[in-house]
């Protein structure tokens, strides 16, 4: 199975900073690596997927990057609705399963 | 608007079986696959399984092979997760989602609102 080690395990950090999320596959995906966000009480919602794609109405202070193991989630300017946790996941077609992250809590400091 | 609506809540006991349902709409059932994700306490996600909607294939997570089923019915638009033999570590929300892809396990754009499972005697 493929591992996901997301890092930091926490961010405290101010609103309008630029923050930068880890994600690290124990294999190679390629560039089939996305990102969730998930706030209390509610479903995930994709962000970025193809490593860097955003989806549909995300906006463009999300940015992803990266390929094979080691991948990015920017968030450039963040805002109060960003608290959250955000989970990576990867999806290479072979085997054909899918693996999140641990998870990163971002937190107001 | 896409929508994935799921069934309520459950109580059950140690070894009994819960099945939860996901009812799609605004979009061509068949043209997408559904994966099931699952969420424990003040954890993170775990993947469970996925179905294609569009020709009936099915991948499960390797720990919980032969405990978990996941079905459709393409006439009602809906998809089914039935989980047996439960133990109180099963005790999660579990949430349908839509997989942008129909053949192979990949991204999930919309999800359902969760369905708690609480496992206990």
């Known amino acids: 199975e493929i591992v996901m080690t997301q890092s930091p395990a926490t961010l405290s950090v101010s609103p309008g900073e630029r923050v930068t999320l880890s994600c690290r596959a124990s294999q190679s995906l390629t560039s089939k690596l996305a990102w969730y966000q998930q706030k209390p009480g509610q479903a995930p919602r994709l962000l970025i997927y193809g490593a860097s794609a955003r989806a549909t109405g995300v906006p463009a202070r999300f940015s992803g990057s990266g390929s094979g193991t080691e991948f990015t989630l920017t968030i450039s300017s963040l805002q109060s609705e960003d608290f959250a946790v955000y989970y990576c996941q990867q999806y290479i077609n072979w085997p054909p399963t899918i693996t999140f992250g641990q998870g990163t809590r971002l937190e107001i400091k | ?121």
């Open chain 2, 1 to 121: 608007q896409v929508q994935l609506v799921q069934s309520g809540a459950e109580v059950k006991k140690p070894g009994a079986s819960v099945k939860v349902s996901c009812k799609a709409s605004g979009y061509t059932f068949t043209n997408y696959a559904i994966s099931w994700v699952r969420q424990a306490p003040g954890q993170g996600l775990e993947w469970m399984g996925w179905i294609s909607a569009y020709n009936g294939d099915t991948n499960y997570a390797q720990k919980l092979q032969g405990r978990v089923t996941v079905t459709t019915d393409t006439s009602r638009s809906t998809a089914y997760m039935e989980v047996r033999s439960l133990r109180s570590d099963d005790t999660a929300v579990y949430y349908c989602a839509r997989d942008r892809a129909a053949v192979s396990p990949s991204v999930f754009d919309f999800w359902g609102q969760g369905t708690q499972v609480t496992v206990s005697s």
